[in-house]
């Protein structure tokens, strides 16, 4: 991966990590365009520019975050988040099997994409609009419905604002609930990228392949300080374009997306 791939990968990760689109699609699909998907540095850097998405939604919610008085908060989140711990550490083989195919991921994002554009019609009586009405056992079950994004293509983001719809919160409260669990989701996945897990071809750590060179350091860093700055952009535009319209823009984008790139790896890339 050359330093104008990371700052692409870095660009997708910022625009699409917070949004109902599976930012793991689409960088699946950015790095099998150019061909860099089976590296293992470019697996490492997919989940570790995470980071700086993370960093985006704490700097925006900093109230939030730090208002150690409402220590409630902090449980709900640990509770949500437990579900995918869990499970993700479970399945991470099939997991990582999966990530290689890109055509079931197309499929994923093109179902995910119907699901959308009928989500309001499913969730009519939502009536929670704020985080401290939500109990800990709505955050719990929230948390599981985002164990479905382990599936690529599904977005992380699209599973835990159905599953706080499906709970009675209105669009805007499941998407910032949905925000803030990403915070701990992500903050977990990416310490055991970097310093537990093992990757395949290479037989390193997550830290081994990053202190491997100079450049992989520069694109990690570079990677998150893009990722961190593209995501505050993402999450304010998202949260206008929920209120004003909805889900169905982002249903008919999966649709689109995944017949597109469904099409372009069953013929370009079987030839």
Known sequence: MDFIQAVILAIIEGLTEYLPVSSTAHMIFASSYYGIQEDDFVKLFQVSIQFGAILAVVALYWRKFFDFSKFNFYIKLACAVVPALLLGYLFDDMIEAVLGNPVPIAIVLIVGGVILLFIEDFFKNTTIDKEEDI????????????????????????????????????????????????????MAVTVYSIFIKTYEHSGLKGYELLTQSSDNIKMFLTGNIIAFIVAIIAIKGFIGLIKKYGFKPWGWYRIIAGVLLLAYFLTFKSN
């Open 135 to 186: 109990t800990i056992k709505k955050a719990v079950t929230i948390g599981f419905w985002q164990c479905l994004a382990m599936m690529p293509g599904t977005s992380r983001s699209a599973a835990s604002i159905i599953g706080g719809m499906q709970q009675g919160l209105t669009r805007q409260a499941a998407a910032e609930f949905s925000f803030f669990l990403a915070v701990p989701t992500m």
